[in-house]
């Protein structure tokens, strides 16, 4: 089961939460990437795709399943490549 948020008259699922969070983080991550630090900002843009891909999954959107699950395995590989 999914876990909500809930105050006296809205009610979010936590996994809408993560996709908003998300998408914040990925704009963060794209800046960091291009301007301060590429290993911080690839760091990011996993988060984000991590807490962004439940909301996907339970829309069945699996298009975008997908296209994150290859972005975030190009960043994993990025990331063996520097460290």
Known sequence: MVGTITSAKTYMKIDVLGRIVGSVLVIAGYFVVLNINVTAGVITNLAADALSLPFFIRTRTWDVVVMISF????????LTQMG
Do not use: E, F, M, N
């Not at 972005?71 to 990025?78: E, F, G, N, T």
């Open 71 to 78: 972005l975030a395995v190009v960043s994993i590989s990025k």
